[in-house]
């Protein structure tokens, strides 16, 4: 209960009705008669969402419904109770089973356990232990799980010194005998986090699997208990040692695809199979019966002992995407501003403008590395089969093969942690680091899980 | 079990309430921009993907215990769908598109039609958990249009607490085998906007009020001409309860013709667990003497599939009790434990069914455990019961059957408390089956994928302000002004002609049985000979007869000549009735030659008048190709038999 003296909050109220809600004494969360005319509502007041109408209340009423109501001069409105919601889940005791592996939950926002905001009305990750176990409690026999929190921040909120913070917390793991690491991400950013963590984590003898959620856990269909089950298994029992993401493969609740977190990208805003991996067929796939693995390069657990991180990053990097009209002066400014380097995002096999040229001439006089990628996302860039690729390769800029903007992106970043000596971020960035350039490219990457799924020949019936 | 079709429902308590689901008129679903078109073969569909679904916490942080055993039933749902009525919204891939205005709209004028005098000035989306699997989120979004409403019933108000605006749960498939583990969902028709009535549930006292109700809020939904028509549009759920026993919700009663039976049938089950309940208390029964102890008996059964036996103290006879006519109280718990776990009632027995005259083996679903008085005697020296106890046997997987045994003590245990809240499914023969535990406030939550929309008192009045009269409104008017039947003013509301009735009596000042007839009857009529008369045809005559072009007694000719060729002028349609000019001598004559023709010896009382006349003035009628009011011929028929009598 609120004693009677606490100058009480009348959380996200605003303007006369937020003064007059204090002048009343008349507390979110207390149980209220409103009248107004014929009408009379009674109901809890609950806090109001920031972006909405000033002059409303929020009522729940017997039902468990919400609704609206305008408070104006004529409405009376009267505290007539008190019952505060308590929103936690049930308390798990967990046992430590020796015979189970050590997989730490490094949480850094959303995924498996979110709840109600009042401020804004939309949802914020709650992730506590007690909350994990309860929401998905068949993860206590999967295997010895330590949820930690790392931050709790929406994934376009992350930085590059995050990622770092990231992968230190990850050796940390690692170095107390942890056998994998999951880590928990909003999916918006989750690929250009794997990328970083891709260089960072140096000979990783344990797999880390990145894990989150496309319909959030305060729904009954979240797709996030099962992401984190087979993200569980994934990094208890497996034998890799990548960063790799894994999502549902399909719209189903069947099978989840593990991808090289370089290679992979989020390919449709809402989807539960949003990651796809791109110019190359994901590493393998998991569902209730075990793990399927379809490549044969995956790096497999080492020796600990050889594991070091090398997260010295520098960024200063800028990423451009060009289209047809861009002025240059955006490149013009990146320089003036005191950019390190810059990922370009080209047209086809990686082309800008010709009047782009000076620009990059610039670029290459103040020793500012500019690597292109490519606009299609698949394939590779190759500035030699037109004159006016090799008229930017005169200019100096570094063709990223085919990396994905947020694998260049991150590496970049890396790279002038390291150097800014243009010959050896030359080095660096084509040098294949995790996956993030393929020395050759296989049909299948671009034909094979796709997004095609079992039943479309009926719907190409029927088209 | 007392009689069900000599029950005093005053006296037993009753109450009822309803909930009303019917469609409403819309182009597009509630929360996406897919129509809103159902598939005619729900099974036979373009693609499929599947689900498993978890409970999650209420606002105020709590599980609902309802979905906690909706969970439990471990559900593998599969869904169908086809492409022209099925977006990734149905699917549950992408969020919510802004909801459909026009429906909110019609949320309000619905509430205006049902006095409601709390409106909802702010729609606040809510989500309405459900594990079932019947929406694909796992929560039907929903929201209060307006609270605090009524309708009139047999002279007395029943109260409307709330009406609901909300989206429309996917259609359930291939529904044949109820113990299964999967089930099957067709995705056409989930998020259909929807409206949800509910009345309060204490104000319906017997079946007659309840049917009453149903219609009046029926009629509501035709006279607005908000309701979707056609089948399948309408569904309701009834909670009853009597005095002693307990809210039960009886879902997707569609057909008002069986509520009664329902009731009877609810009413019967209710009394006879509170029976039970005074009978396990007067045998000093407690749950402490109920015990999780299973026995493994598969030996005994040259059997495969695992048996397992739970002895249950005292409750010899009760098991036999007769619930519903043809199901005994052994088998009533059996639904439940069977839909929780997947055994299929066939496959669980309880001890009474050893007993002469037991009703389970007479019902529709009698064990398929064939124990015999030997395998009965062995059973006995196993468990051991005494006198008074009775034993159930389940067969089944070992988990499977755990599980079942342990549903089947629990739900012992609460015939203790008599009538377990719940909500049923309504069977055909009238009877019901456990669906799931009630369903409480804490699985109602916001939507956060839908910020409030703002409505303002003024556009709501606005909106509401040119509603037309209420149904019984008209029927209060229509039988003053007219003597109408109920039944009369239903058709009227039915067949949508309320309008053009008003427009043909009180415009075209039209007498108000023939604007019936024009739009009921002969419409009708012509249907059952597959003739359509289209509206402007029914409107073209209303006006020939009443600029008196043409009269009544020329509707059939009419009719038939309009039919043949809807672009007569009035003039050509004029010259085909072929009218004759015929004067009083003329008709006089006529007359008498009917009256001739049908024998002056059979006029001879004031009944043979009454018998005859009508038959005298159609021949007349005839006679002059119904160029004559036949007003001006009966006058005339009765006063030349006046003059033979």
């Not at chain 2, 005697?377 to 755990?402: H, W, Y």
């Not at chain 2, 009218?579 to 006089?588: D, F, N, R, T, V």
Request: glycine residues 6%; contains cysteine; proline residues 4%.
């Amino acid at each position: 209960m609120v004693e009677e003296n606490v100058i009480f909050d009348p959380e996200g109220y605003r303007g006369s009705l937020r003064e007059r809600l204090i002048k009343d004494k008349i507390r979110t969360w207390s149980k209220v008669s409103v009248k107004k005319g014929e009408a009379h509502y009674e109901g809890l007041l609950l806090p109001r969402s920031q972006h909405t109408d000033d002059d409303y209340v929020t009522l729940k009423v017997d039902t468990g419904y919400n609704l609206g109501i305008l408070v104006d001069e004529e409405t009376d409105i009267q505290e007539i109770g008190y019952q505060k919601g308590h929103y936690k889940l049930p308390h798990v005791d967990v046992e430590f089973k020796k015979e189970l592996p050590n997989v730490t939950l490094l949480g850094t926002g959303g995924t498996v356990a979110s709840r109600l905001d009042y401020r804004t009305g939309a949802v914020l990750p709650a992730f506590t232990p007690e909350e994990l176990f309860s929401a998905v409690p068949e993860l206590t026999s999967t295997v010895n799980l330590t949820p930690k929190t790392l931050y709790q921040i929406l994934s376009e909120n992350f930085r590059p010194e995050y990622w770092v913070k990231t992968a230190e917390s990850i050796a940390k793991e690692i170095e107390s005998g942890a056998n994998g690491i999951i880590v928990g991400h909003g999916t918006d950013t989750m690929c250009v986090t794997g990328c970083a963590l891709a260089y960072f984590l140096r000979n990783l003898p344990v797999p880390v699997v990145l894990v989150g959620s496309q319909r959030s856990s305060d729904r009954p269909s979240s797709d996030g208990p099962r992401n984190i089950l087979y993200a569980a298994q994934l990094a208890g029992y497996e034998n890799f040692a990548e960063v790799v993401i894994s999502m549902h493969g399909t719209p189903s609740d069947s099978y989840n695809l593990v991808h090289r977190a370089t290679r992979c990208r989020k390919m449709h805003s809402a989807r539960r199979d949003t990651f796809r991996s791109l110019s190359d067929i994901p590493l393998g796939k998991i569902d209730y019966s075990g793990t399927t693995w379809f490549k044969d390069d995956i790096k497999p657990r080492s020796n600990p002992e050889d594991f070091y991180l090398d997260a010295k990053i520098d960024s200063r990097v800028g990423m451009l995407y060009f289209y047809p009209g861009m002025n240059p002066d955006l490149l013009e400014s990146m320089v003036d501003l005191g950019y390190h380097g810059v990922i370009v995002i080209g047209t086809g096999l990686a082309h800008v403008g010709t009047d782009v040229y000076p620009a990059l001439e610039r670029c290459q006089e103040e020793e500012i590395p500019v690597v292109m990628v490519v606009e299609p996302l698949y394939g590779f860039a190759q500035l030699r089969v037109y004159e006016t690729g090799r008229d930017m390769l005169a200019r100096g800029v570094i063709e990223g093969e085919n990396m994905l903007p947020s694998a260049a992106y991150t590496k970049l970043i890396w790279a002038l942690g390291h150097t800014r000596n243009l010959d050896e971020v030359r080095d660096i960035m084509l040098t294949p680091i995790a996956g993030e350039i393929t020395n050759r490219e296989s049909p299948r990457g671009f034909m094979i899980m796709q997004g095609i799924e079992p039943g479309i020949d009926q719907i190409l019936k029927n088209l | 079990m007392i009689d069900q079709n000599n029950l005093d429902f005053k006296k037993l308590g009753f109450h009822a309430g309803l909930e009303v689901h019917h469609h409403i008129k819309s182009k597009r679903k509630l929360f996406c921009n897919c129509p809103t078109i159902l598939e005619e073969d729900p099974e036979n569909m373009e693609y499929s993907f599947y689900r498993y679904f978890r409970p999650v916490l209420g606002e105020m942080g709590d599980f609902d215990p309802g979905m906690l055993v909706e969970f439990e039933k471990g559900y593998k749902v599969i869904y169908l769908a086809n492409e022209r009525n099925t977006c990734t919204y149905e699917m549950d891939e992408t969020p919510p598109f802004f909801p459909d205005m026009e429906t909110i709209e019609k949320g309000y004028i619905l509430s205006e039609y049902f006095h409601c005098t709390s409106f909802a000035e702010e729609i606040v989306v809510n989500r309405k958990q459900y594990l079932d699997g019947s929406i694909t989120t796992g929560f039907q979004r929903t929201f209060i249009s307006a609270r605090d409403g009524w309708v009139p019933v047999n002279g007395k108000k029943v109260r409307i607490t709330n009406l609901h605006i909300e989206e429309d749960a996917a259609r359930r498939v291939n529904w044949d085998d109820t113990s299964s583990r999967t089930v099957y969902f067709n995705l056409d028709r989930l998020g259909f906007p929807l409206t949800e009535i509910i009345t309060e549930y204490t104000d319906i006292e017997t079946p007659g009020e309840l049917i009453e109700t149903a219609k009046q809020i029926g009629r509501v939904l035709r006279i607005s001409k908000i309701g979707r028509r056609g089948l399948g549009t309408a569904r309701q759920d009834v909670n009853i309860s009597i005095t002693g026993g307990n809210r039960v919700e009886i879902k997707g009663v569609q057909d008002l013709d069986l509520f009664d039976l329902m009731c009877r049938n609810e009413v019967v089950r209710q009394h006879t667990l509170i029976e039970i309940k005074e009978e396990m208390l007067k045998r000093g029964i407690t749950e402490e003497d109920f015990e999780h102890t299973y026995v493994d008996v598969s030996h005994l059964f040259e059997s495969e599939v695992k048996h397992f036996a739970v002895i249950c103290p005292k409750m010899k006879g009760l098991f036999g009790l007769e619930v519903q006519p043809n199901k005994d109280f052994g088998l009533g718990i059996f639904e439940k434990s069977m839909l929780i776990t997947g055994i299929p009632r066939e496959d669980q027995y309880h001890s009474d069914e050893f007993e002469d005259g037991s009703i389970r083996r007479n019902s529709d679903y009698p064990s398929k455990l064939k124990i015999d008085k030997q395998l009965y005697d062995k059973l006995c020296s196993i468990l051991n019961p005494k006198e008074t106890d009775a034993f159930v046997v389940v067969r089944g997987s070992e988990k499977q059957s755990m599980h079942a045994l342990k549903k089947i003590i629990e739900r012992i245990k609460m015939a203790l408390d008599g009538v377990p809240q719940e909500t049923r499914r309504f069977i055909r023969n009238g009877n019901s089956e456990f669906l799931r535990v009630i369903h409480g406030k804490d699985r109602i939550y916001p939507d956060t994928d839908t910020p409030p929309v703002v409505i303002s008192l003024d556009k709501i009045e606005e909106i509401i302000r040119n509603i037309g009269k209420r149904p019984w409104e008209v029927s209060e008017e229509l039988k003053s002004k007219y003597g109408f039947s109920q039944n009369k003013v239903d058709l009227l509301i039915r067949d949508e002609q309320l309008d053009s009735f008003y427009k043909f009596t009180e415009e075209l000042n039209l007498n108000a049985h023939l604007a019936f007839k024009l739009l009921i009857d002969i419409p009708r009529e012509n249907r059952r000979k597959e003739n359509i008369l289209n509206e402007e045809t029914i409107e073209r005559i209303a006006s020939l007869l009443a600029s008196e072009t043409t009269i009544p007694e020329q509707l059939n000719q009419v009719i038939s000549l309009l039919s043949r060729n809807k672009h007569l002028t009035d003039e050509e349609l004029i010259v085909q009735l072929n009218i004759k000019e015929i004067s009083s001598e003329e008709l006089a004559t006529i007359v008498k030659q009917k009256i001739d023709f049908i024998g002056k010896d059979k006029l001879q009382t004031s009944e043979d008048e009454q018998r005859y006349l009508p038959k005298i003035v159609a021949l007349v009628l005839k006679e002059c190709n119904y160029s004559i009011k036949g007003q001006t011929v009966v006058s005339l028929v009765n006063s030349f038999i006046k003059e033979v009598i």
